[in-house]
């Protein structure tokens, strides 16, 4: 494996097919932090630090509920930011001329990137669907917030179909996921995936490959990666684009549902943290 090898030339007389882009594109950086409402959750989150248990806190109402909402919109907003590990791989600042010393090969490393944002991208929705059934409390365990179960459970159509919508653009997305996690499938990156795959394995453990792929061009692994960067970089754009539009709305649902429930409950609250029940005291004195 330590020499290159030659692969036999194209004897077909067909033309030979343009090759797909290989210029970077410019990279979306995903914001998840940017709506009041997630700013909203986060300053109340600070609540936690006055109680030394969570059984103290939980005697007040106001504050277990959020807390409990804190909580899972903050996983919510790192799985949207942990997109932007995806975006380092896809848009490197430096690559290495070869990758005789790199534990993965070019093929590989865009193998990665591909389930990584895979997993990550279509895990958001369910982030989305837990974060909703503690906004609207109806009490549904983790593992069993679906939007059917959401609307059984009485959350309005209106959010949920937000939720749907998140759902349908991410569409070849989804059975991808299940293909590759559940069925062993995988992608094809360049137009001759085999021949890349197979010319990153020899950069990577011999002296590479010389040779035609299977259109009769002259094989270049930088190239075929590059290739395969772009076509991950424009899924990644325009999925992510998409992503943060609609949970912009989602956002704008859950955050006046959130006010009309822990409104009430911090006028009420007898802990003094707030300026409301405060000024009662001031009052009553």
Known sequence: MADRIETLPRKSTEPKPKRPRAT?????IVVSDNHEFVGRVYDLG???YHFDSYEDLARHPDCKYAFHVNHTLSSLTR???SLNLVGDMLWPERVMKDFKDFPVSRYEWLTIAADVFLMR???IIDCALILANDVYETGLAPQKCSIDQLRRAGVPSKLLSVLEEVRTDQGDLRPERNA?????AERAFTDDSNTFQMAARFEQWGNGVLGHDQHGRRINVVRSF?????ELQREFNVATRKLVRHLD?????????FESRFTPRIRAATHGFNAGSRAREVSKK
Do not use: M, Q, T, W
Not at 24 to 28: D, E, F, S, T, V
Not at 180 to 184: A, D, I, M, V
Not at 249 to 257: I, K, M, N, P, R
């Open 24 to 28: 970077p594109l410019i990279r979306h």
């Open 46 to 48: 600070i609540i936690a």
């Open 79 to 81: 799985r949207v930011e």
């Open 121 to 123: 991208f279509i895990s």
């Open 180 to 184: 590759r996690f559940h069925h062993g």
């Open 226 to 230: 590059r290739e395969g960067l772009v």
């Open 249 to 257: 709305a989602f956002y704008d649902l859950v955050g006046v549902e």
